[in-house]
């Protein structure tokens, strides 16, 4: 696709359920990469896909987030067991890590998927 | 640790008011310097890549410098529509960025 889509939009969940969040990159793109952003803070990375590698999960910020990239395409975050400090927007990017282009066109962003656990 | 540290953290401007934005950064190996502009609800736009000390980009109202310690956007005689978040990141050899916490600017017409 054109841009960077992510689904859904917005998720309301309860407490303690799990959850799944998807993205799907620009096609073409190797390089996917999984960022929170909590109300009023900055971008925290939490995961990064690239090709055919071991994904670098030094993000994740406990063993309740997963997250796996099937064809290296579509990919898919999992949230088990939602605690209430999981509420945040989870964005995706992806980039070409071709040559300089990550550098000439900047990763793309999706708009995120709005979390709200209660 | 890789750190971003923006300044400040909001700013109010008149339109035509000109002023900078500040990002102090410390990231080893640092391959280059990103700027992303955020508005309410959406993911990061992409602006500016800075790649070395004395580099400067520009893009309509907009320009951005880079020295080996800090790197600061430029927002000449700023229109309303140019109310957003400003993020900075820095890529390091790992290929992932380190964002800074980002300045919301809000121009008055």
């Known amino acids: 696709g054109a841009g960077v889509s992510q689904s859904p939009s917005n998720k309301v969940t309860e407490k303690g359920k799990d959850v799944e969040l998807r993205c799907d990159p620009i096609s073409g793109h190797t390089a996917l990469y999984w960022y929170r952003q909590s109300l009023g803070q900055g971008l925290e990375f939490l995961i990064y896909f690239q090709g055919n590698s071991a994904p670098d999960k030094s993000g994740l910020p406990s063993d309740r987030f997963s997250a796996e990239r099937t064809g290296g395409s579509v990919s898919t975050l999992t949230i088990q067991r939602t605690q209430q400090e999981d509420s945040a927007v989870y964005l995706c990017?992806?980039?070409?890590?071709?040559?300089?282009?990550?550098?000439?066109?900047?990763?793309?962003f999706g708009s995120g998927t709005r979390l709200t656990v209660v | 640790e890789d750190q971003v540290t923006q300044s400040p953290e909001a700013l109010r401007l008149q339109e035509g008011e000109s002023s900078s934005l500040n990002c102090s950064y410390t990231v080893s190996g640092l391959r280059g310097l990103f700027w992303y502009r955020q508005d309410p609800g959406k993911g990061p736009e992409f602006l500016f890549t800075?790649?070395?000390a004395g580099e400067e980009k520009e893009k309509e109202r907009l320009k951005a410098t880079l020295t080996k310690k800090e790197s600061f956007l430029h927002i000449t005689a700023p229109k309303p529509e140019d109310s957003a978040t400003y993020l900075c990141?820095?890529?390091?050899?790992?290929?992932?960025?380190?964002f800074g916490g980002g300045t919301r600017v809000l121009v008055k017409p």
């Open positions: 990141a820095g890529e390091a050899a790992g290929n992932k960025l380190t």
């Open positions: 800075l790649y070395s």
């Open positions: 990017a992806s980039s070409s890590r071709r040559g300089r282009e990550p550098f000439y066109y900047g990763y793309t």
